[in-house]
């Protein structure tokens, strides 16, 4: 098994710990890496921009995952709506009541 540190992305996060995820060293793909880090972080692999290997490093195929070495800390970047979701208050136009075509109107 390879041990690897995750989290996901947030610098507005006070506390932002890393979990430790283990992958079958046989099946150390990129598909498999965003399906286990997803399911245990518990976020939707379709809100996931990338894979970060900290500290500047976008992970993006097979053979990137397969460089990795036990231990090494890694971050989920979210899409910015998700983030939106999940880490900060509701812009005007996301609050409810709020009416677009009433904000388009001109004099």
Known sequence: ELVLKIRIQNPNLRENDFIEIE???QELTYKELLRVSCREL??????????????NTMLRKDKDVARLQDFQEL?????VSDKNLLFRAPTLSERSGYNKKASELTY
């Open 23 to 25: 992958l079958d060293r």
């Open 75 to 79: 971050e989920l970047v979210l899409t």
């Open 42 to 55: 518990g976020v939707n692999p379709e809100h996931v921009q990338k894979i970060r290997k900290l500290p």
